[in-house]
């Protein structure tokens, strides 16, 4: 299938990203998706399982999109935080839209964890996240 990144969020030192679990479709099993965040810093490396589903995607490609936007609009950072997928069924991830951007990873499910993995992205990666993304949905969409 390619690129299994849902989502990566990462500069020189830190990466945080949800990469699909496997190549037939994540794990797809009636419109969930079987997949993993993987944190990388000079501090912690880690994996969590996390579970997303059709709609999850769709709620992502929407705030990719309006981040995008408002980057290219010259618009600042304006500190609101979102969380993805809705917290409460597995791991999940609390984005704050902020300078710099801080992704929380909070797995209160399992581990009890919270980390923050704050991260100096460059311009336009909104924009690229969503291009990726949009392609990640439209292979999922196929099948492949």
């Known amino acids: ?14 990466r ?22 993987v944190i990388e810093t000079g ?3 880690a994996r969590l399982p996390l579970h997303c589903t059709d709609a999850d995607l769709a709620d992502l490609a929407l705030f990719l999109e309006a981040r995008a936007a408002e980057e290219e609009d010259g618009r600042l950072p304006d ?14 991830l ?9 992704v929380e990873i909070r797995d209160p499910v399992q581990s009890g964890v919270c980390v ?12 690229r996240a969503a291009l990726r993304l949009g392609r ?7 099948g492949r």
């Open 1 to 14: 299938m390619g690129n299994l990144d849902v989502i990566r969020f990462a500069d020189r030192a830190r």
């Open 16 to 37: 945080v990203a949800v990469v699909l679990a496997d190549g037939a479709g994540g794990g797809r099993y009636e419109g969930w998706h079987e997949a993993e965040i």
């Open 43 to 45: 501090f912690v490396g």
């Open 136 to 142: 990640l949905r439209a292979a999922l969409a196929e």
């Open 94 to 102: 609390r984005l704050h839209a902020a300078d710099p951007f801080v």
């Open 116 to 127: 923050q993995v704050p991260l100096d992205l460059r311009a336009g990666w909104a924009a």
């Open 79 to 92: 500190g609101t935080a979102t969380d993805w997928p809705e917290a409460g069924r597995s791991a999940y």
